[in-house]
């Protein structure tokens, strides 16, 4: 059809026609293309990847070269990892710079920090969420309030796939450097205005860890003070609840 709705919509029904999906990927209309990488079957064909490896560098819609890159990713081509540092190191589009660094990431924790240090000043949410990723795999204390500035200000569907990974990187922290995390995230729940589930996943975060530095301690560590802040924060948190509905999921806690 001449009509690129018509297209859309058409590859849309048939997305699983691989002939149709062939003939997609070369269509004029960016967004067609990058649908049609994206459900395009895996294959280790050296005309696929040829095809999607000239994509990734040389398509003008910059969706499209990110799911050519994703591709890539998911079959794992040859020097993958060269295609995404060179990605990294001529894409304008922040598509195509979020896919490259996750995939590096993947492979070489080290090299992915380096680049999500430099990239952490980019004012772009894809971007954003990539050195969120790179920092929750391999970063440390001096990452987290990095990592908590954008759970705070996230939605809760940016968030919850995220916060269980945030945890286990908080649990490794020091029990000084776990109380003053936790000092930054309590503006979550105590936000008469936040999203009341957002509110819980905070809340619920802060008792894991409390209960995590209880049972930490032995004979020979005691963690007294940090104990007493974590409960004390969570108990402001509770008393400071006006939601009854929310109030009853905090019993549980």
Do not use: C, W
């Amino acid at each position: 059809s001449p009509n690129y709705r018509d297209r859309y919509l058409s590859l849309r029904r048939l997305s699983s026609n691989e002939n149709l999906l062939a003939l997609a990927i070369d269509d004029p209309y960016g967004p067609i293309r990058a649908r049609a990488i994206n459900k395009f079957p895996k294959s280790n064909e050296e005309k696929i990847i040829l095809k999607m490896k000239d994509i990734a560098i040389n398509d003008s819609y910059s969706f499209a070269r990110a799911a050519a890159l994703k591709y890539l990713d998911k079959i794992d081509a040859s020097d993958i990892e060269g295609l995404a540092s060179e990605v990294i190191n001529k894409e304008e589009a922040y598509p195509g710079v979020a896919q490259a660094l996750r995939i590096i990431s993947n492979r070489d924790g080290k090299k992915a920090m380096l680049i999500a240090d430099s990239l952490s000043i980019e004012n772009s949410s894809l971007v954003q969420n990539a050195i969120v990723d790179v920092y929750l795999n391999h970063g440390g204390e001096n990452q987290l309030p990095f990592i908590e500035d954008k759970l705070i200000r996230g939605s809760i569907f940016e968030i919850f796939p995220v916060m269980s990974k945030y945890s286990k990187l908080l649990k490794k922290m020091s029990p000084t450097g776990i109380v003053e995390s936790v000092e930054r995230i309590q503006s979550v729940p105590l936000d008469p205005s936040e999203n009341s589930m957002k509110k819980f996943l905070f809340t619920k975060n802060i008792s894991g860890v409390l209960d995590h530095m209880k049972s930490m301690e032995s004979e020979e560590s005691k963690f007294t003070n940090e104990v007493q802040s974590l409960q004390r924060i969570l108990e402001n948190i509770i008393s400071s609840e006006k939601d009854e509905n929310l109030l009853m999921r905090y019993k549980g806690l």
